[in-house]
Each structure stands twice: as C-alpha cells, then as structure tokens.
C-alpha cells in the first residue's frame, strides 16, 4: 500500500434541493455543539483515514452524514469534512481502474454514492434503498466493497450490485433477490467481501427470530448457500486473509474461519456478551471490533480466548467498532475514539469535534475544514 495515490478533492456541485438541507443543518450546527458520533470508517494508509459521522446533536433518524477525511500530509490541520442529506453506513477504500488513483467511497442507506475523483462523484443505484423515487422497495443497503476491479454493494433482501462503469450499477443477486414487502424472514445482508470477483462472499442473518446466520458464495456465475456451524450466530463483517482463508465474524463470539470449498469451522469461545463488528489481522493476531471494546485473539494459543487490548493510552481505548491493518499499522475507529498502532505503541487521534479523550500523550488536531 505504500506510494498511493489519492486524488484531491474539489467541491461538489449539488442540486438546489441538497444546498437548502445543507443550509438547514448548517443552521443547526452553528447553536449546537457539533459533536460527532463514527457510524464506520476505512483506513487507506498508514497516513489517512475516512469516517461517516452522524451528529449528536440532531434526531438519530436525521438523513444526514459528515464524511470526514484525516490526511497527515495536511499542515497545520489534517482533517477536513464534506456534508451530505442521508446516512452512510459503509465506506471502503477504492482503487479507480481508470487511473489508478486510490479513494474512498462511501454508500448510503438508500444507495447513493459518493466518490472522491478529480471531482466529488454522486452516483444513484436504482431499486435500492426505499424512500427514492427509484427504490423497488428491497430495503436498505450496509455495505460496499471493491473487490477485484469493481465495487459491489449490498442490503437487506439479499440485495447485490455490481458497478460495471460511471453511474452503472447493476444487480448481481439472482436466485438470492427476495421479493419486497415480505412479512419476516429476509435475508440482511450486512456485509460483502472476496479475494476476487468468482470468489466473492455475502453474509449476514435471517430477519426472524433469533436472527440465524446466512452466508453466500458467489463463484463467478452462480450463488449457493454455505453450510455454517450450528454455534453460529448471525453474521456482521468479513476478512479476507487469503483466497483459502476467510474470516467471519458477528454476534455472540462468532469468529469463523475457512473458505466455501472446505466449509468453516469456529475459532473462539463463545461469549453472549459479545457483538464482533469487524475483524482484521496484525502481526500474526487477530484484531476484534466490539460492544466490549477491542479483543485480541491468538489463534496458535492453547487457551484460544479473546483478550481485551491494552493500549496503556490514558484513558484507556473507549471503543472499537472497525478495525483495519493497512501498511505498516493498525488503526482502531470506534464511535468516539480513534487510535493507531505500530506494533510497539498506541496513538491517540482526537476528533476536533468532540472533547478530548484524554491528556496530553494523545495527538490533538484543529478544528475541521468543510
């Protein structure tokens, strides 16, 4: 990942509807305390990440987002902000085959998405999400991913898309596509991943009782269903370590490994208490997003437990919600806190919207830039 290149921003140019909400919440933002809330972020590099935040001070249904970018070869002040009239729940890194530019993209509930090109790019997929004129009624989407040369998203009712160019996406989930409107029982697909685009993997739960976990593979030109463990619980986020290795991850402890051919097998104990929102892997350990904070697992130790990590940041780390190996380093993004490791020390990153999270061993920034 070293030598990226990432293309500059440029103001984004958007319809007279979208500049009276901006307005509206900037309205809002100048007497309130703009604190932030992290829905989820992507690590780019050692030097830069992206976040979507959500405001505290506004209704939690509020159809807004920041997109927040921290860029330390930006002096003085490495963050800066962008605005947008919906909720982002997933962002991903994203390599432009056209030029070979490394970005972020960013996805909507109902499916618009943002890239970062020369220009800031919005693009719409049609049938999804549901209050858009051109929703089908499907549900909303969670996640988008590059996997080969092309991003792909997904959502609930199994929803999957394929963005073969500019502004043209297309659906790839047939014999999994759930009819809307149908009264329990669909597939959430929360998360997408893959080595390739004919090794690509889909998961999440059933939405009925109990939530039971699905997961899906696609192998270039079909979907089939993957035999999962019975202690499985529904399913949250992917890691691909390699094409022969594939970690899972989710609610109650789940921490899966294998790959659609040999089937998977559970790694961990299981722990009620805890919901696994992402995992990666760093120097030969396995990292957890939590409910609970950041666990540690060592899948050669005999004891084979998740260990909560200690950071010795003061205070200690708050949150973990993604967690991402890229370069040289670890990076933690939790709801509030953010923080980076090198294999030997934590770093503390403060959000210059909200108070400091500790003293003065943490790396404190300025204010934002819109």
Known sequence: MLGLRFAPSQPTVLPCSEWILMIFHGMIMQKLQPIATFRTGAAGARFIICLSGSMDALEPTEPYSRIYLRDERVHPNPWSFSEHHFAIPSVCLWRNPATGHRSFATLSEHGEVVLRLTSVVHEQIPDAGLNHPLAKGYGYLNDIQQIGTHLYACGFSGQVYRRNGDNDWVHMDQGILQKPGMNGGEYFAQAINGPHE????????????????????????????????????????????????????????????????????????????????????????????????????????????????????????????????VDDVLWSMGTKDIARFDGVKWERFHHPDNPPIGGTDSASDAVPTS
Request: charged share 20%; proline share 5%; with cysteine.
């Open 198 to 325: 004919r090794a690509i993997y889909l998961v999440g739960c059933e939405y009925r009782d109990g939530y039971p976990p699905r997961a899906d593979f696609w192998n270039g030109h079909q979907w089939s269903r993957l035999d999962l463990p019975v202690t499985a619980s529904r399913l949250t986020n992917i890691y691909v370590e390699s094409e022969e290795r594939i970690i899972m991850c989710g609610d109650n402890g789940t921490l899966l490994a294998g790959n659609a051919r040999d089937g998977f097998t559970t790694m961990g104990p299981l722990d009620a208490t805890q919901l696994f929102t992402s995992v990666t892997k760093f120097q030969d350990l396995y990292y957890l997003g939590s409910n609970m904070g950041l666990f540690q697992f060592n899948p050669k130790s005999v004891a084979r437990a998740f260990r909560k990590v200690r950071t010795r940041l003061q205070p200690e780390l708050q949150d973990a919600n993604i967690v991402e190996a």
